[in-house]
């Protein structure tokens, strides 16, 4: 079958050959957008008499034609057509004749690809704000339960001091802000218009670029041609900003794994949530939060790929570009249906709070406590560190706990530990304590979240 771009060629096709170079199989997915900037493009052509208004709406007509079939699902796409543009162009010709020809004018296939991502990149990232926003929500409700909820806060993953879990949930509503404040700023540009920019170099038709901007709903044109075509940081942001996101997401749900175990029984996911094991039927596995734990790498690797095509690509158009639409898609499709399943699994997820706050109370999270307690007496905190250090370590040997000491052995260390040492080694004395701006504080956290509430 002859090529649209044939003219010049005698040579016969090979169909091995066309579909290496062919990327229908996956930009069939801008479909949508890709009528949506021709539609933009001819009315400017029209508008400024580039070709004549019965010509446009011709095209306009046959375009509208073409939307409706690709949203019903009644387009066959084929490799000999090559990639969207194409296809869609082949189908245009069938559905009102040559006049579809004057489509093409001052408009090259690179300025329409351009056009096409920025619109479905434009579309998704909003999209994914809004889920963005679903989840801090939630996390902002389950924090709410929680304020009051002790844990055992970790460093090294070993205890370190006790926390309150809502202040724990915080955190995450503290990172995943920072990841949508870094989506909604790369909107900026995200939201330029390639269109018009031609092969590379501009057209010498009077084309007006404004015009398709505007029309497009962009904000504004690229101010070089070179730039609009060849560049596509706007896709390596997203995946940067992406890959940060997912490793947020991949963190929390290493720790939901964890306290999913036996070891720590701290949360319980709902059946909808989880699965079950082929051979060991008392398997209840957190399947879900595995899944975007390794979904992340996958999304790394969408931007390292796109990194590696674009590092050494001269001005301007290569069909190494070609390569820069399954990562931007498979990104897309990775991000919104985990942050929905990361959703309703932290929104349903169920919380041991007994267990938890016990886990607090067979350690020595507490020696912090008694360290600050000697040094607010006058003992140098360097002093009071090596005091409790050395009764731990004689706790440890005698199997028991900073609270479990009696009186007179504390007195004898020092008089200056009282009787009411015992309730500040209690958790949650040590919890409600922490004050400073940002601390575990219940009112701290109350504070976190009220301006959370805000926000949102
Ligand atoms: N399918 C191509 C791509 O995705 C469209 C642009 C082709 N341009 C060209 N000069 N061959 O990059």
Redesign the pocket.
């Known amino acids: 079958m002859a090529k649209l771009w044939g003219g010049r060629f005698d040579g016969k096709n090979e169909a091995w050959i066309d579909a290496f170079g062919a990327?229908i199989p996956f930009?069939q997915k801008l479909a949508k957008q890709d009528i949506i900037g021709s539609l933009a493009h001819v009315k400017m052509l029209g508008a400024t008499g580039i070709i004549t208004t019965e010509e446009a709406s011709e095209i306009t007509k046959g375009l509208n034609i073409l939307a409706e079939k690709v949203a019903n699902n009644e387009v066959t796409f084929t490799i000999e057509n090559?990639?969207i543009?194409l296809n869609l162009e082949k189908m245009l010709t069938d559905e009102i004749g040559l006049v579809a020809g004057n489509l093409h004018t001052a408009r090259?296939?690179?300025d329409?690809?351009a056009t096409d991502m920025h619109l479905y990149l434009k579309e998704h990232v909003q999209d994914i704000i809004e889920k963005m926003t679903d989840f801090r929500r939630v996390l902002v409700e389950k924090a709410e339960e929680h304020v009051e909820t002790i844990m055992p806060g970790y460093t090294h993953l070993q205890h370190a001091q006790p926390i309150s879990f809502g202040h724990h949930l915080m955190a995450y509503y503290g990172m995943l802000s920072r990841d949508q404040a870094r989506l909604e700023e790369s909107l900026k540009r995200i939201d330029l218009s390639p269109l018009g920019s031609a092969?590379l170099a501009g057209t010498t038709f009077p084309i007006d670029r404004f015009m398709t901007t505007e029309e497009l709903g962009f904000a504004a044109p690229y101010n070089n041609s070179l730039d609009g075509v060849s560049d596509r940081d706007f896709i390596l942001e997203f995946l940067s900003n992406s890959s940060i996101l997912m490793m947020h997401l991949s963190r929390f749900c290493e720790e939901i794994i964890l306290w999913c175990s036996n070891e720590f029984k701290f949360v319980e996911l709902t059946d909808t949530f989880s699965t079950g094991s082929s051979i060991m039927p008392q398997k209840k596995n957190p399947d879900m939060a595995e899944l975007i734990r390794g979904k992340s790498g996958r999304v790394f690797g969408d931007l390292i790929g796109l990194l590696t095509v674009m590092k050494g690509l001269p001005l301007a158009?290569n069909?190494d570009?070609?390569e820069d639409?399954e990562g931007m898609f498979d990104t897309v499709h990775t991000v919104a249906t985990s942050l929905e399943i990361m959703t309703g699994m932290i929104a349903t997820m169920s919380v041991n709070t007994i267990h938890m706050a016990e886990s607090t109370e067979k350690d020595f999270s507490n020696a912090t406590e008694l360290a600050d307690y000697l040094a607010t007496r006058g003992i140098p905190f360097r002093q009071a560190h090596e005091i409790v250090g050395k009764l731990v370590l004689d706790c440890t040997q005698k199997g028991i706990y900073l609270q479990d000491v009696p009186l007179e052995e504390y007195q004898a260390i020092t008089p200056l530990i009282e009787v009411d040492i015992y309730d500040t080694l209690a958790s949650k004395t040590a919890v409600i304590r922490r004050h400073s701006f940002g601390g575990t504080g219940f009112d701290q956290v109350k504070a976190q979240i009220d301006l959370a509430k805000k926000e949102l």
């Open positions: 990327s930009d090559e990639d543009h090259s296939r690179n329409q690809v092969a158009y069909k570009l070609q639409k």
